[in-house]
């Protein structure tokens, strides 16, 4: 069972145009998300993240919003530059827990 | 970013024999985790460890063994490889404190082929 979904495989945008990633969860206990950002033959580095408490968590270029009611978070990445082009992966934990579950990815491909 | 070296960074080896992986770290993080990447399944846990010598499955853990004799070192072992552990391997640590509000640093990866 899935309790991290990131449903869009790829996502292609325009360089300078917003990119819109989504994660929906399942689990209502997960309080703390975070979004990594993976490039080729690397590992995962951490982007971002927001913890239940809030709704809304901005870190330059990269926002993120979170709507518990809807179980569904998102990130926004304005303006997209080609060096946005990567797989991101959406995670949650829970405050009782040592461990993230990750989505399955999300691979940008920011064009110029 | 935490120091976290993985060795070796790719590896070959046939069927039934046993592999062992290296992750190593210089930041004396307290929680160390591997995880393997495939095609459709995103990162998935295999082990951890939250201390020397205190490790716990993870949602992928069959066919897996772990050992951490000293704090830096987190060693991930396939007694006996199998095809369907062809992967990428990563390793990630985390510091002390609540898993909330206390991202994973990841390794650079080992790429492992079982033919």
């Known amino acids: 069972d899935q309790q991290v979904k990131q449903n869009s495989p790829s996502l292609s945008v325009q360089e300078g145009r917003i990119s819109i990633l989504n994660c929906d969860y399942t689990?209502?206990?997960?309080?703390?998300f975070l979004w990594y950002k993976k490039y080729p033959a690397e590992g995962p580095t951490f982007l971002i993240s927001?913890?239940?408490?809030?709704d809304k968590n901005e870190d330059g270029r990269f926002t993120v919003f979170l709507n518990k009611s809807a179980k569904h978070l998102s990130l926004h990445i304005v303006p997209s530059q080609p060096g946005d082009s990567a797989v991101y992966f959406c995670?949650?934990?829970?405050?009782?827990?040592?461990?993230?579950?990750f989505g399955t990815g999300t691979r940008l491909q920011v064009f110029p | 970013d935490a120091g976290i070296t993985q060795s070796p960074r790719h590896k070959v080896t046939e069927t039934g024999t046993p592999v062992t992986l290296r992750c190593h770290q210089t930041?004396?993080?307290?929680?160390m985790y591997w995880y393997r990447q495939d095609p459709g399944h995103g990162l998935r846990l295999i082990h951890y460890s939250y201390g020397v010598k205190d490790t716990d499955k993870g949602e992928v853990s069959d066919g897996y063994s772990v050992s951490r004799s000293k704090t830096e070192d987190f060693l991930l072992t396939l007694e006996s490889a199998t095809s369907s552990q062809t992967s990428v391997y990563f390793c990630a640590t985390r510091d002390r404190g609540p898993s909330s509000y206390n991202e994973q640093f990841f390794g650079p990866g080992t790429r492992l082929t079982v033919l």
């Open positions: 927001i913890s239940s408490i809030k």
């Open positions: 689990n209502s206990m997960f309080d703390y």
């Open positions: 930041e004396n993080h307290r929680y």
């Open positions: 995670a949650a934990s829970a405050w009782d827990t040592d461990k993230l579950i």
